[in-house]
């Protein structure tokens, strides 16, 4: 489909892909040019800030929780409490992280005037230099539970006699655990980074819910510009460009763990 | 001596990382409550209260009137009430149809041999990858041209669908790790292996398909993209669309969302609950989809 016209559905070649290409919400060269400022850098760019900033917060929440809660009394509630984020729905979940990050309800701004921050409050959601930012950094709240779980898991099979033969000879707590952990969490990391990553690259309920993909182009990703393209456009053509790259974004991340799965 | 002194020194430095460990796990912690405790607080009492923050108490009357003004609709155009019987009717089908589909196919894959065998499998592994955003715009033109969209048995179908990879892969895993001797006494007592298949190995598989039961509802329960894509009726909507529904028309009404969100993600979480256990070993065998 990504090769029809819209409407009469007759053949135009590339020229789909050249009008999604071209377009500012996808890709907007100027921004690039002028990193700092300006206007927003397009979904494309967008959906890679978030695999940036939210693939390695929730590898360090999850596994930092994970490691932890061996040791803390009442993890089990530690566990559930922050596993909720991956159960609800994600719907949900962005109508929260609106809510946190609202001008007047929000606990966020809430907190910003007791430690005297009140000249920085405002409505979080609609300015175009913090939507995107704020909402990459609430959905960690909604995905270390699916990091932390995996990681757990990993740590349960990781044989104790390891970390035995390590006391013997004496070894830290910082050395044990960069030289036995994190090397025995390996498969879990792979696991983890692959989910985490098509994840970020569907991502649509959580924008959809807290900033519509604004303001203007501000927190786009490439899901909701599909979306926006296809249904209230109409326009199966240049939404099936972008599924299309998506998909091969995904393919590309999903042949990574195929491959990592095959040789374990 | 010096010896005695020293184990005293580590046992009191060892104390202090368990101290420091425990408030840094409690602390991160309460950051998770926190948006929660929120959601709950607005949801008690009446919007001019958490207006300008939940965490104010000098007035505190709570009250579930939110929670009827969302049941029923009063202020918006979704009532959750209607929403939530149609979650239901579409939730139930779209767990247990795929799954039983599922599990016929995965025991097929883990004990039988036919040509294209490994072919079929290597598709479905694959198929599991595809997003959700690659099929809907054939699935809509599909469901158009048979006259299925906006319909509950479409949507059914096409969670049907979506679900059966992963379901397949997870069962075939967990058969092919059954104990085959088992099965053969049967088959030489001259059991079918329909018998086989239904006294014998959803008996002994039944901790799997709990797994993959809380997960399809789970998923199936939360899903909105397909929901929105396909239902349009305003009086079908299931309880998923309802949530933004209620936030273009009232904006800012913290106490309405926040009641609706309780309504909508409590059967997610009571599935959760009930089966802790299952759900955790499903998402950590690598069965997640998206």
Known sequence: MSFLEKGRGEFVGLDNYADVVSRKEFLNTERLANFFGGPSFGALIHNLLWIVIHLPLCLFFGLLLAVLSRDVKGSAIIKSTIF?????????????????????????????????????????????????????????????????????????????????????????????????????????????????LLWELKVFDIVFAATQGGPGDASKVLAYIMFIDAFPGNDFGTASVIAVILTIMTFGVAAYLVNRMAKS | MTLKKSSVFQTLKAKKFTIAVHLIAWAVALIWVIPFLGVFMASIRPFSEVQFGWWNFQSFHPTLESFYDAWIG?????????????????????????????????????????????????????????????????????MKNIGLLNTYIGLILVHTAFGLPWQILFLRNFFSVLPVEVEEAARIDGASYFKIFYKIVLPMSLPALASIVSLQFVWVWNDFFFALTLIHDPSMRLATQTIPANITRYERNWSLLSAASIIVMIVPIAVYVALQRYYVRGITAGAVKG
Request: overall charge positive; charged content about 10%; proline content about 5%.
């Open chain 1, 84 to 196: 909720l984020g991956i159960v609800i729905p994600m719907i949900v979940g962005g109508v929260v992280l609106r809510f946190i990050l609202d001008r007047d309800a929000g606990i966020l701004n809430g907190i910003l005037r007791v430690i005297g921050f009140g000249a920085s409050v405002r409505d979080w959601t609609a300015y175009p230099d913090t939507a995107l930012i704020t909402v990459i950094l609430g959905s960690v709240w909604i995905w270390t539970g699916f990091s932390m779980i995996v990681y757990s898991a990993g740590l349960q099979g990781i044989p104790v006699e390891l970390y035995e033969a390590a006391k013997i000879d004496g070894a830290s707590r910082w050395k044990t655990f960069w030289r036995i952990t994190v090397p025995m969490l390996r498969p879990a990391t792979i696991v983890v980074v692959t989910m985490t």
């Open chain 2, 74 to 142: 009063r202020t918006s155009s979704a009532p959750l009430s209607s929403a939530m019987v149609n979650s239901l009717i579409v939730t139930v089908p779209a767990t247990f149809v795929p799954i039983f589909v599922a599990a016929l196919a995965a025991y097929s894959f883990a004990r039988f041999s036919f040509r294209t065998k490994d072919l079929l499998f290597l598709a479905i592994v694959l198929l599991q990858t595809i997003p959700q955003q690659m099929v809907i715009l054939p699935i809509f033109t599909l």
